[in-house]
């Protein structure tokens, strides 16, 4: 999340779906598990916490080879909430997200890389507001692939990252 004052931490903790694929599996992002979170720090007193309550993506995942990951993930910068309503509202004008102009942040990586075991560092674009901006994530995941009570294949990973 951008914060025009500071840092904001964005959390992403994502479960996705698998499709068959012949080496590499292609994931979609199960939005009904999935968020994506933030922190910022106000007036250097309080953290404010707030979420995203949609978020879709893909992700290519070969767990032979990390380095071919791809990841493409959209969030609804429409859905805001940091459980205060008036702050939504102001988040969602013209001064931070611009939802009418600019209803969309993405997220597009460019490079992954292992990071010791269970840990990815994925390097890439996270676009808001129409500016792109590099970011890197650290990734924990993704989860070994387990079956669904509904028959799918599924696994799961979160990240971290900072943006200014």
């Given at each position: 999340?951008?914060?025009?004052?500071?840092?904001?931490?964005?959390?992403?903790?994502?479960?996705?779906?698998?499709?068959?694929?012949?080496?590499?599996?292609?994931?979609?992002?199960?939005?009904?598990?999935?968020?994506?979170?933030?922190?910022?720090?106000?007036?250097?007193?309080s953290?404010?916490?707030?979420?995203?309550?949609?978020?879709?993506?893909?992700?290519?995942?070969?767990?032979?080879k990390?380095?071919?990951?791809?990841?493409?993930?959209?969030?609804?910068?429409?859905?805001?909430?940091?459980?205060?309503a008036?702050?939504?509202?102001?988040?969602?004008?013209?001064?931070?997200?611009?939802?009418?102009?600019?209803?969309?942040?993405?997220?597009?990586?460019?490079?992954?890389?292992?990071?010791?075991?269970?840990q990815?560092?994925?390097?890439?674009?996270?676009?808001?507001?129409?500016?792109?901006?590099?970011?890197?994530?650290?990734?924990?995941?993704?989860?070994?692939?387990?079956?669904?009570?509904?028959?799918?294949?599924?696994?799961?990973?979160?990240?971290?990252?900072?943006v200014?």
């Amino acid at each position: 999340m951008a914060n025009r004052n500071g840092l904001a931490a964005l959390g992403l903790a994502a479960a996705m779906l698998a499709a068959p694929a012949a080496r590499a599996a292609d994931f979609e992002v199960d939005s009904s598990h999935s968020q994506v979170q933030f922190a910022v720090k106000h007036l250097a007193v309080s953290t404010v916490k707030g979420e995203f309550g949609k978020v879709t993506g893909k992700v290519v995942w070969d767990e032979k080879k990390p380095a071919d990951t791809v990841i493409e993930v959209t969030i609804d910068t429409s859905t805001v909430n940091t459980r205060e309503a008036a702050r939504d509202g102001h988040l969602k004008g013209a001064d931070f997200f611009d939802v009418q102009k600019f209803p969309t942040a993405t997220f597009k990586s460019k490079k992954v890389e292992a990071a010791g075991k269970g840990q990815l560092k994925v390097h890439g674009e996270l676009t808001l507001r129409g500016v792109t901006r590099p970011v890197v994530l650290d990734v924990t995941g993704p989860s070994p692939e387990i079956k669904s009570p509904f028959g799918t294949t599924v696994i799961a990973a979160s990240a971290t990252g900072k943006v200014n």
